[in-house]
């Protein structure tokens, strides 16, 4: 059976002998660094807690920054049952198992409060199992991932809880953590530890926006200071020894990051190989997750290089799959040669601009209805309404299409795609400008 609220009890077991990432984890909002824009004062996610007015709900964020922790600050403050949850070792008998203990509390005027741990984990139909149950009212589920909820989690179960998201912890955040676990008891506060600000500012940079890893990296460092009568003294060869140099050179949670991406993108753009490998290094020297970077490249090859180059987005999806399976440092090699390839390609924004003009136009007519003709019909009634009258089958035609319209009628005419003359998309502006002579004249026949 999963694990009730007791779990999160800092009784349970020696505080002493816990890693310092426990002994510090807060017990309220107020001693919770970070995410401001949820939990500060007069904030939707703060008053929604101390209210004891939760809602089924998910946080999504990467690892490190409070998804668990409030979570149990939830358990804590909470008149309901609280049970916690994990997607790596529950499957659909223990979730039946919560649901119907869930149930019996609900009847009994009681709330349930289910947490997940990693819920994008969980397969459809285990999420599956968790619907009914959020739909009655049986359970108050809180859900954490470190992936897109719009993409791992059942749109049933999604539409059905608040999406809260979490950011990674600023480096002031993190410097304030490490200044409270030096300074309180459940921490360092009575080992009267030394440690120069500018070891901290290492440790905070190393973190990447991650607590526990500040704090575990702290805990490093002082278990290696230097001990004497008058306490334990972290030294400059200490901090050496105990950081990785790499990890300092790339401000992840800040401004740097996007600096970094932004030029990466840009040196692709302006087809300089030798600069995109250069920054792409410098992301990855500097710790960033290489899915990010491929993710990025992805995103590229659709609006900088569309159809002049269709290879590129296959180029990228592999390179994405590399990452994937092959984790770093290894796939530095799959990412550096998917920035050369679209360093060199053709290029053409057809593709976003495309979008852009279907987006503004969706703006000004957001209802236009769909043409009678190119509507379904499967029903009677659908039929007798003229749904699908006057339907032309492209296959059905020696051309294999039609001059039909099938654009609203309030945008007939209307183009997106305005194709250029880079690479293989002049193949595609000669075609669709033959197709849209065709279809004219046919117009004008008829």
Partial sequence: MPEQLPLFSPEDGNPASQPLAARM???SLDEFAGQKHLIGEGKVLRRLISSDAISSMIFWGPPGVGKTTLAQIIAKQTKATF????AVTSGIREIRQVMTQAEENRIYGMRTIVFVDEIHRF???QQDAFLPFVEKGSIVLIGATTENPSFEVNSALLSRCKVFVLQALSREDILWLLRRALTDDRGFGRDHVTIPERGLEAIADFSNGDA????????MVVLNGETDEHGITVTEETLAQCLSRKSLMYDKD????????SALHKSMRNSDPDAAVYWMMRML?????????ARRVLRFAAEDVGLADPRAMEVAVAAYQACHFIGVPECNVHLAEAVVYMSLASKSNAMEIAVMEAQEAIRKEPDAPVPLHIRNAPTRLMKNLDYGKGYQYAHDYAEKMTAMECL???????RFYHPTDQGQESRYRERLEQILAWKETKRKGE
């Avoid at 609203?408 to 209307?414: A, S, T, W």
Wanted: no cysteine.
């Fill in 25 to 27: 984890r807060p017990d």
């Fill in 123 to 125: 397969n459809k139909a």
């Fill in 212 to 219: 526990r890893s500040a704090l575990s990296t702290l805990e």
């Fill in 285 to 293: 020297e500097g710790g960033e997750d290489p899915l990010y970077i």
């Fill in 408 to 414: 609203p009628e309030e945008l007939k005419g209307r």
């Fill in 254 to 261: 800040g401004e740097e990051h996007y600096n970094l991406i």
């Fill in 83 to 86: 049970i916690n949850f994990s």
